[in-house]
């Protein structure tokens, strides 16, 4: 994703006076709100929810807001610009550890277990250098993650870590996803840590995944999403979160059971989207729990890190 | 007395937008915009331990390399392009082309060649600057006197000499308004090339601390850039009130 | 009696082509000047008196002909020579100061420094410059500035100095300075000179020979020998009839030239060869008194 624009969004952010939201009411009497969200196939979801009208039988008229990138929600709620958005765990910790008062209401996207059994994990790093096997092996090595001092990061060097490595030994550089095979192939970096649809492209043209740093090698039942909004909000006007929390409840329910209503919604919501891809995509991620433990995990890993002090403020998070 | 003058004109804006930051930002618990005080009274812990030498050091580096690199090609090739009006017609268009294209977008593809360590954030920093110090080369060729050409070849000044005596000082008042303009593309840049593939870095801290929460933390980093863009602008004026002196004095004169 | 000559001209002939258009500016010019003379070429304005001078300075290539220096065919500006061009405000470096201007030719020649420094220093006194050395040309008067120039081409020791209407430029006061100035050089310093003017007066008043061109395409009118004495003076010499008659004879035939007359008949020279005063370069060269 575009970093600049990431800065450049949270500069805006900082500079329009908090509290230009806050939403009105449409014509036919609902409530107007606005979630932000990452731009990513998933928000088809949300669609899906307002087509079952689980967000107008609440009195709700949301809007998707996905033209922010990923840091740039969480200023964005704070501010009051918009209501509710998506963030990881890692990041919402840390700004409750700096004192953003922001709190979980739903969870969102995750690595859970799926139906089958199986572990679906979102991320893994891949290699090409075949004597990279293991978490271990990518000691002295260089790694592209998405976003320094985030998930990938602390999951990979819990990785190592686990495996006997030291984490300091491993570089990490910061780079968009979709520039990492470019790297790799390049011998620029020695792992990228990726997603689907990349992890199949790849895999197929002979690279490898390094054993252990599958997300859920770190952190069992990772939570990768959260919806959240403000304190702020939670106080001025409790029934207005309650009712979100209550649709978003019933739309993850929802499309957790019926992932081909989603899978249909995709294309109204990203038409550049390669159709043999959209058949492809793993949709099982969406989490209708909100497990204290994975995030627990991540406080303590975060601790570990020295990324926040201690105690990680999980009960604040928590709704 | 001017000088004081000079100084004081040139300060009292600056100091009046700090005091007016200062006592709007004194009672603020937004946490995206601490107060001043808050932002100020991070910097030495900051910037001053360590961060000087890990980050700041490496991207002033990277910008003087990147911008000699440019400096030493856009002048080069605009002087030889704009002595002949035949290469001038054939590079003008391409360089129109190139010019327009914003160097961060070309970043994923500088990446694939030059890597991602600091020949990349060099190169990158060198594209985005190298294009106002050549055009403005190739007009300062174009700029330069006929009868001193002329007087040039009579005189039986070699290659080198006319080079550094009658293109490169004739060309100057042009090259210098190039270089001025790469400048702070420079500084720019070298914040943007630090978001990609970066491990150390003022543009790679700032957003370091934006995005783990340390919000007075990245005010201050924004506050040393602008003071870093400041001291460079100055020291830039200084070259170039030496360099053009003869130049000033010969516009005052007309 | 006659000196082997520093520059010769020979059956030059220029033609500018522009795509498919071809304007022939110079038609067959032919002269020489000997070592130490002093030579003017007048002509009507548009007489290609800048077109022989640039071809004659190697700044411009020749249709056929050639020119020589001391024999030997040029092709580009040659050593031995030094230009001083009209437009005194654009041929100095205005980045370098005085001395610098003066001293760069010789740096190129390799002077070793010390040579350099005499010849620099010699040469600003000798244009009565010696106190400006560090200031920068655009800081002086316009008739100081062509005295720069003209020291920096006295410095660079030419065996032959062109001058291509060097004070067309200047204010009248200033013009017979420099023309004196110009007297004093050559008698003192024994340089050869072919000056360039579409002054009439100024080309006998400075002359020991004055060469009339036609009008375009150019060739040579008439070679006009000025017999008058080699100590010239602003007002003495203007006031002698000899200069009036050289005047009104030069005078005439630029007059021809602006009709378009490319050939003199035979005894239409008869101004200059009635004269008894008839004075060879060489002879003139002897004259010559130091100043």
């Not at chain 1, 209501?83 to 709190?103: C, I, N």
């Not at chain 2, 039986?156 to 293109?167: E, I, K, N, T």
Request: aromatic share 6%; net charge neutral; hydrophobic share 45%.
């Amino acid at each position: 994703m575009n970093r600049v624009g990431r800065t450049l969004s949270v500069l805006v952010a900082l500079t329009l006076v908090a509290g230009c939201g806050g939403g009105g009411e449409s014509a036919d009497g609902l409530r107007e709100v606005t979630i932000g969200l990452v731009p990513a196939a998933v928000t088809a979801a949300i669609h899906v929810g307002i087509d079952q009208k689980f967000f107008e039988q609440e009195g709700l008229k949301p809007s998707i807001e996905t033209g922010q990138g990923g840091a740039a929600l969480l200023p964005a709620v704070a501010s009051g610009q918009m209501e509710f958005a998506s963030s990881t765990p890692v990041s919402l910790l840390m700004a409750r550890d700096r004192g953003l008062k922001v709190r979980a209401i739903t969870p969102w996207t995750g690595d859970g277990t799926s139906a089958d059994g199986t572990v679906k994990s979102s991320n893994v790093v891949l290699a090409k250098d075949p004597s990279i096997r293991s978490a271990r092996d990518l000691e002295g090595r260089t790694v592209a993650i998405n976003a320094l001092r985030s998930v990938g990061d602390l999951t990979i060097r819990e990785a190592v870590r686990h495996a006997g490595g030291n984490p300091d030994k491993v570089t990490f550089v910061e780079m968009g996803f979709a520039d990492m095979p470019g790297a790799l192939a390049q011998g620029h970096v020695d792992g990228i840590w990726t997603a689907e649809p990349f992890i199949t492209t790849l895999v197929a043209k002979g690279h490898h995944a390094v054993k252990q740093t599958d997300n859920s090698d770190a952190v069992p039942d990772m939570a990768t999403q959260l919806i959240f909004t403000s304190q702020k909000l939670i106080d001025d006007d409790p029934d207005l979160v309650a009712a979100m929390t209550r649709a978003l409840g019933k739309t993850l329910a929802y499309v957790k059971d019926n992932p081909d209503k989603v899978r249909a919604r995709i294309p109204t919501v990203f038409a550049e989207l390669d159709p043999a891809i959209v058949k492809r995509l793993d949709l099982d991620v969406y989490e209708t729990q909100l497990r204290r433990e994975p995030l627990e995990r991540i406080g303590r890993l975060l601790e570990l890190e020295k990324w926040i002090k201690p105690p990680a403020d999980i009960a604040g998070l928590l709704p | 007395m001017r000088f004081i003058r000079s100084i004081a004109t040139a300060t009292v804006l600056p100091v009046l937008l700090v005091a007016a930051w200062w006592f709007t930002s004194l009672g603020s618990d937004d946490f995206f915009w601490p107060p001043l005080r808050d932002i100020l009274t991070e910097v030495p812990s900051t910037w001053f331990e360590g961060r000087l030498g890990a980050d700041v050091a490496p991207s002033l580096l990277r910008l003087s390399a990147g911008y000699s690199l440019a400096l030493a090609i856009g002048i080069s090739a605009g002087l030889a392009i704009g002595l002949s009006a035949p290469l001038r017609q054939y590079c003008e268009p391409v360089f129109e082309f190139l010019r327009s294209i914003p160097p961060p977008v070309l970043v994923p593809i500088i990446m694939l060649f030059a890597g991602i360590g600091d020949s990349m954030k060099i190169v990158v920093i060198a594209f985005g600057c190298v294009w106002p110090i050549l055009l403005n080369s190739v007009e300062g060729a174009r700029s330069i006197d006929e009868v001193l050409h002329d007087t040039a070849r009579v005189y039986g000044l070699g290659p080198a000499a006319r080079f550094r005596h009658l293109l490169l000082r004739g060309a100057s008042p042009h090259i210098v308004t190039g270089a001025r303009q790469a400048l702070s593309i420079a500084i720019i840049l070298v914040v943007i090339s630090e978001m990609f593939a970066a491990s150390n870095g003022l543009g790679f801290t700032i957003v370091q601390f934006q995005r783990s929460f340390a919000i007075p933390q990245m005010w201050s980093g924004i506050l040393l850039l602008g003071a870093i863009g400041v001291i460079l602008a100055l020291v830039f004026k200084l070259v170039e009130n030496r360099v053009l002196a003869w130049y000033f004095g010969l516009r005052r004169k007309q | 009696m006659t000196l082997p000559p520093v520059l010769t001209v020979d059956h030059v002939k220029k033609v500018y082509v522009t795509g498919d258009r071809s304007v022939e500016a110079v038609r067959d010019l032919h002269f020489e000047v000997a070592t130490g003379e002093l030579v003017c070429v007048v002509g009507p304005s548009g007489a290609g008196k800048t077109t022989l001078l640039r071809c004659i300075a190697g700044l411009m290539d020749v249709t056929s002909g050639e020119v020589r220096l001391e024999g030997s065919a040029i092709s580009g500006p040659p050593r031995g020579m030094a230009v001083v061009f009209q437009e005194y405000g654009r041929s100095l470096f205005p980045w370098m100061t005085v001395r610098r201007n003066v001293e760069l030719p010789l740096k190129e020649k390799k002077v070793p420094r010390e040579r350099r420094a005499a010849l620099v220093d010699e040469a600003l006194a000798t244009v009565g410059l010696d106190h400006v050395h560090d200031a920068y040309p655009w800081q002086l008067s316009g008739g100081m500035q062509q005295r720069v120039a003209i020291a920096r081409a006295v410095a660079y020791e030419p065996q032959i100095l062109l001058m291509d209407e060097p004070f067309a430029a200047v204010d009248a006061q200033t013009r017979a300075d420099l023309e004196d100035l110009i007297r004093r050089l050559w008698s003192r310093l024994g340089v050869t000179v072919l000056f360039v003017t579409h002054d009439i007066d100024e080309a006998v008043y400075l002359g020991e020979r004055v060469l009339v061109l036609s009008n375009s395409p150019t060739v040579v009118l008439e070679d006009v020998p000025i017999d008058l004495p080699a100590d010239r003076d602003q007002l003495a010499t203007r006031a002698l009839p000899r200069f009036a008659e050289l005047r009104a004879h030069v005078y005439g035939l630029v007059q021809q030239a602006k009709r378009g007359v490319r050939a003199v008949p035979a005894d239409s020279g008869a101004a200059a060869s009635h004269s008894t005063a008839h004075t060879t370069p060489h002879s003139a060269h002897r004259e010559r008194k130091s100043l």
